[in-house]
């Protein structure tokens, strides 16, 4: 993708990809290394202030590459500034949010994961706007970047429940997971780690073939088919007894499914519900 610049997005790339560039612009491997805990432990985006890169790195950073893939254009906060949505704008003049939410030592952040969504549920604002692309890995990591830069309690919690549906921006999305999990990037534990699915089944299906450790939450809001068909069209494709199926067949006392359910008045919070 090249968000209107002829330039290489640097930011998102894991450890394998920054030592595949690193070794196409003919630097020694090691500098990878560097180049993946300034862009994410450090949250570093100028090359100058990266002391310990070569001359000759630093140089084709500046001249080849994107180091930040959004801007902030908006931040909204509550009375106590407890809650603080972020509006963020692409490369290519698209917005996006990402919401920081602190409770007592809990700090929480909601991160978008597409421009837009598609599955059309009924409760959802971001439905109205339809699909416009998915975010690439450096647009997602530089969500979290931001707010570790502008809120100074530390970040405990990510889940991936902002605008768009994770698992259709499946591979993106768990390696941003990855940079965030891993010592060397942001250093979250994977139970601090949560996605969000509206109930894409082969996703969730290959979530746990590959062995992913992060939480998983499947947002579920009705208690029939007949109700959730109506509010998440998706339901039409897979069915209630589908999602039960897959979390009580995967979960485990290391590996809890979380059931999401929104209450809308007069739609799903009956006592029959």
């Given at each position: 993708m090249?968000?209107?610049?002829?330039?290489?997005?640097?930011?998102?790339?894991?450890?394998l990809g920054l030592q595949e560039?690193?070794?196409?612009?003919?630097?020694?491997?090691?500098?990878?290394?560097?180049?993946?805990?300034?862009?994410?432990?450090?949250?570093?985006?100028n090359p100058h202030a990266m002391s310990n890169l070569s001359k000759d790195l630093i140089n084709d950073l500046i001249s080849d590459c994107i180091l930040k893939t959004i801007e902030i254009e908006k931040v909204?906060?509550?009375?106590?500034?407890?809650?603080?949505?972020?509006?963020?704008?692409?490369?290519?003049?698209?917005?996006?949010?990402?919401?920081?939410?602190?409770?007592?030592?809990?700090?929480?952040?909601?991160?978008?994961?597409?421009?837009?969504?598609?599955?059309?549920?009924?409760?959802?604002a971001t439905a109205s706007m339809g699909i416009i692309r998915n975010l690439c890995t450096g647009e997602i990591v530089d969500q979290l970047g931001f707010i570790r830069e502008k809120i100074e309690k530390p970040i405990t919690n990510i889940v991936f429940m902002g605008m768009g549906e994770p698992f259709l921006n499946y591979e993106r999305v768990l390696k941003a997971a990855d940079i965030f999990h891993d010592p060397k990037g942001y250093g979250l534990g994977s139970h601090r780690i949560t996605i969000s699915t509206a109930g894409i089944l082969p996703k969730i299906n290959r979530f746990y073939q590959e062995g992913r450790k992060y939480k998983l939450a499947?947002?579920?809001?009705?208690?029939?088919?007949?109700?959730?068909?109506?509010?998440?069209?998706?339901?039409?494709?897979?069915?209630?007894?589908?999602?039960v199926a897959i979390g009580r067949k995967h979960a485990h006392r290391?590996?809890?499914?979380?059931?999401?359910?929104?209450?809308l008045a007069g739609v799903n919070d009956s006592i029959e519900n």
């Open positions: 090249s968000l209107i610049s002829d330039k290489f997005i640097l930011k998102g790339k894991d450890l560039w690193c070794e196409k612009k003919g630097h020694h491997k090691f500098r990878a290394q560097q180049l993946f805990e300034w862009m994410y432990s450090h949250g570093e985006c909204s906060s509550s009375k106590n500034d407890s809650t603080n949505k972020f509006l963020f704008k692409t490369m290519d003049n698209h917005f996006i949010e990402t919401v920081s939410m602190i409770e007592d030592a809990r700090h929480t952040v909601c991160i978008s994961s597409q421009i837009g969504c598609n599955l059309d549920c009924d409760f959802c499947i947002s579920l809001n009705a208690s029939n088919d007949e109700m959730r068909s109506k509010i998440m069209p998706i339901n039409k494709k897979w069915l209630i007894s589908d999602l290391k590996r809890k499914v979380i059931f999401e359910y929104v209450l």
